[in-house]
């Protein structure tokens, strides 16, 4: 695509859709956010239509809070087949999924949903690109405090590779306005860290009380957190700044 692109960005007030927002409107692109505050609603499709009008691209980023893979599942399958199907009628050229690293072999829990996702944009009418992405820096303040036992604070055993939220934003924007590539390289941050030492990283700058405990999930689910069944491959790109550097603002 060239020139003045106008992108839809479902999800475009969330963690990652926010800075994918951004990205389009500092390089001059003209952007639809879409979400209930806008007046369209994902799940049951309510203002989809109209939202679409005249659209060239759109990036899902939307999201859920759920660690149960049947609510993954419905979520995800929801939404990509609304849009899908929105996009189709109304002449969208080009779909842009975020994915999350893993869901192929690990598809358990929230992943179970990432991996439907992946499924229908593969198999649906419009041209598409997938993105997949590893856990973001800000993963550990929403880990933070999710399970707690008094002032005691439980995380899963998590090997991961984060990335900033920002750094997917960025490269959501510029895959948006460029031509389907479909699979691209997946996306990481520079090192390889373990949930528990983010999460007491961040409670230590930030001041967050209690005291990070780390837990072994149970189950084929817990195991891949632990393995590296996860992390991402050799060929992966590796952008943005460490947690260590994102804490201090980097």
Do not use: C
């Not at 239509?49 to 939307?62: N, P």
């Not at 929105?86 to 994915?99: F, Y």
């Not at 479909?182 to 409670?203: I, K, N, Q, T, Y």
């Amino acid at each position: 695509m060239n020139g003045t692109t106008r992108v839809a960005v479902a999800g475009g007030t969330g963690t990652v859709g926010r800075f994918v927002v951004q990205a389009l409107l500092r390089d001059g692109h003209d952007v639809v956010v879409l979400t209930r505050s806008t007046g369209v609603d994902l799940v049951s499709g309510a203002g989809l239509a109209g939202a679409l009008t005249g659209v060239d691209a759109v990036v899902d980023a939307s999201s859920v809070q759920t660690q149960s893979a049947r609510e993954s599942e419905r979520f995800f399958g929801t939404v990509t087949r609304n849009l899908l199907d929105a996009e189709s009628r109304a002449g969208v050229r080009h779909h842009v999924t975020l994915g999350i690293v893993g869901s192929d072999r690990a598809s358990h829990g929230y992943y179970a949903g990432k991996a439907v996702q992946e499924r229908l944009v593969e198999e649906g009418a419009v041209p598409w690109t997938i993105l997949r992405a590893t856990q973001f820096h800000e993963f550990a303040r929403q880990v933070h405090g999710q399970v707690r036992l008094g002032p005691v604070v439980l995380v899963p055993v998590m090997r991961s590779r984060p990335v900033a939220a920002r750094t997917v934003g960025d490269r959501l924007a510029r895959l948006a306005v460029a031509d389907p590539a479909g699979r691209v390289p997946d996306l990481a941050g520079p090192r390889e860290e373990r949930l528990p030492d983010l999460v007491r990283s961040l409670a230590a700058a930030t001041g967050l009380p209690g005291r990070v405990v780390a837990v072994p999930l149970p189950g084929g689910f817990g195991r891949a957190l632990r393995d590296g069944t996860i992390l991402p491959g050799r060929d992966a790109v590796i952008d943005g700044p460490t947690f260590d550097e994102w804490l201090r603002g980097g």
